[in-house]
């Protein structure tokens, strides 16, 4: 970025690398200058190239450092009025663009468009270094045409539903599905579904959504339980034949049979047997939003429970003999299973990852979600 040299340095020469300077009294180091103190202050220039010459303004989004290297993070931009002016980016989001440091683009989906409030724009970063990163957003260009990608946000999943009305499948894989009675309901990422003892969202049996845990699967979910849900075993997801899990799988909040306020993730065998885990007691709080998701891969042996990021562990409580059952010709139903064990409350962004993802992916991928990942810097305006 090459040197400059101003009153008040104490060499002729000072690097802008480091946007640091050695200065004398009364003199305070700006952007790589000293200037008198009080006009020190305020954010300085950003020295990265502009890699859309057509979009007038930027603002830089910085992720903040994770536990490790990570790859294929997909984080929320969280868009209000006070962050970017929602006029500089068209009636539906259309004029966004989002790139790397290096000028690289980056896929990204709208989920939540809302130019009175916050809109939810998802953005896939395919590495994030340990120490955190920098892209940028790009908008203020009236001739912008749409370019958003979910399914190319969403690589590396074999499902994702936000549970907007329209309950499709962002991955693009066709996994979209039929609402059974549930209900829209506000939710900190726009919209989410309501569910009772009654109502489901119905998937079908999906043969890219068959034996997902043959080679590893993760299940998020962001749910907001009003209580129990139907016998005190209220569903997030279910691909089984019977109410244990037979033939399937289940992944539940539960408030009984050995489960205190919790989770619990059950698996079926071909002789009807079914392994059952447990989440620690009092780890899901009834009345408030959370993040939840287990991590299961059938040659790994018990799965792992998180909650808000944290990782919760699991005690296994009974084991099946035998080998696993096949889940592919069971329907995968959101919410519920067969009328007898409805959620009771509401849920919100349910995923599922292909693979195991590592803890430190989860903490950041609660810390996206719940806005907290992301620092946003000043507008800038095209050079």
């Given at each position: 970025?090459g040197v400059?040299?101003a009153?008040?340095?104490?060499?002729?020469e000072?690097?802008?690398?480091?946007?640091?300077c050695p200065?004398?009294?009364?003199?305070?180091?700006?952007?790589?200058v000293?200037?008198?103190e009080?006009?020190?202050?305020?954010d300085?220039?950003?020295?990265?190239?502009?890699?859309?010459?057509?979009?007038?303004?930027?603002?830089?989004l910085?992720?903040?450092?994770?536990?490790?290297?990570?790859?294929?993070?997909?984080?929320q931009?969280?868009?209000?009025?006070?962050?970017?002016?929602?006029?500089?980016?068209?009636p539906t989001?259309?004029?966004?663009?989002?790139?790397?440091?290096?000028?690289?683009a980056?896929?990204?989906?709208i989920?939540?468009?809302?130019?009175?409030?916050?809109?939810v724009?998802?953005?896939?970063?395919?590495?994030?270094p340990?120490a955190?990163?920098?892209?940028?957003?790009?908008?203020?260009?009236?001739?912008?045409?749409?370019?958003?990608?979910?399914?190319?946000?969403?690589?590396g999943?074999l499902?994702v539903w936000?549970?907007?009305?329209?309950?499709?499948?962002?991955t693009?894989k066709g996994?979209?599905?039929?609402?059974?009675g549930t209900a829209?309901?506000?939710?900190?990422?726009?919209?989410?579904?309501?569910?009772d003892?009654?109502?489901?969202?119905?998937?079908?049996?999906r043969?890219?959504?068959?034996?997902?845990?043959?080679t590893?699967?993760?299940?998020?979910?962001?749910?907001?339980p009003?209580?129990?849900?139907?016998?005190?075993?209220?569903?997030?997801?279910?691909?089984?034949?019977?109410?244990?899990?037979?033939?399937?799988?289940?992944?539940?909040i539960?408030n009984?049979?050995?489960v205190?306020?919790?989770?619990?993730?059950e698996r079926?065998?071909?002789?009807?047997?079914?392994?059952?885990?447990?989440?620690?007691?009092n780890?899901?709080v009834?009345?408030?939003?959370?993040?939840?998701?287990?991590?299961?891969d059938?040659?790994?042996?018990?799965?792992?429970?998180?909650?808000?990021?944290?990782?919760?562990?699991?005690?296994?409580?009974g084991?099946?003999?035998?080998?696993?059952?096949?889940?592919?010709?069971?329907?995968?139903?959101?919410?519920?299973?067969?009328?007898?064990?409805?959620?009771d409350?509401?849920?919100?962004?349910?995923?599922i990852?292909?693979?195991?993802?590592?803890g430190?992916?989860?903490?950041?991928?609660h810390?996206?979600?719940r806005?907290?990942?992301?620092?946003?810097?000043?507008?800038?305006?095209?050079?």
């Amino acid at each position: 970025m090459g040197v400059a040299s101003a009153p008040g340095c104490l060499v002729e020469e000072v690097d802008l690398t480091g946007l640091a300077c050695p200065c004398g009294d009364g003199w305070a180091c700006r952007c790589g200058v000293c200037v008198p103190e009080g006009e020190a202050g305020g954010d300085c220039p950003d020295e990265t190239p502009w890699a859309s010459t057509s979009h007038g303004r930027r603002r830089a989004l910085d992720v903040a450092a994770v536990t490790e290297d990570l790859q294929d993070l997909v984080v929320q931009v969280r868009l209000t009025p006070e962050r970017l002016d929602p006029a500089l980016a068209g009636p539906t989001g259309e004029g966004l663009r989002f790139f790397d440091a290096t000028g690289r683009a980056l896929a990204h989906e709208i989920d939540h468009w809302d130019p009175a409030g916050a809109s939810v724009v998802w953005v896939r970063l395919p590495e994030v270094p340990k120490a955190g990163m920098r892209f940028f957003v790009y908008y203020d260009d009236s001739m912008a045409s749409d370019v958003a990608d979910a399914a190319a946000t969403w690589e590396g999943y074999l499902a994702v539903w936000h549970l907007s009305p329209d309950l499709v499948d962002a991955t693009g894989k066709g996994n979209g599905g039929t609402d059974v009675g549930t209900a829209d309901e506000e939710s900190p990422l726009g919209r989410a579904r309501h569910f009772d003892q009654a109502s489901a969202v119905d998937i079908g049996a999906r043969p890219s959504l068959a034996d997902v845990f043959q080679t590893g699967a993760t299940i998020t979910a962001v749910i907001q339980p009003n209580g129990w849900g139907g016998g005190s075993f209220g569903r997030i997801l279910d691909k089984a034949s019977g109410v244990a899990g037979e033939g399937g799988w289940s992944f539940q909040i539960a408030n009984g049979g050995g489960v205190v306020e919790s989770l619990r993730f059950e698996r079926g065998f071909v002789d009807g047997s079914t392994s059952g885990w447990l989440g620690p007691a009092n780890a899901v709080v009834l009345g408030s939003w959370q993040t939840v998701a287990v991590i299961y891969d059938e040659a790994g042996g018990a799965p792992l429970f998180f909650v808000d990021g944290a990782s919760r562990g699991a005690s296994s409580d009974g084991t099946g003999t035998g080998s696993f059952a096949s889940d592919a010709l069971q329907p995968l139903l959101i919410g519920n299973h067969e009328d007898i064990r409805g959620f009771d409350g509401a849920i919100d962004e349910l995923r599922i990852a292909a693979g195991p993802r590592s803890g430190a992916f989860m903490e950041a991928d609660h810390r996206s979600i719940r806005d907290e990942l992301l620092s946003y810097g000043a507008e800038e305006t095209r050079p």
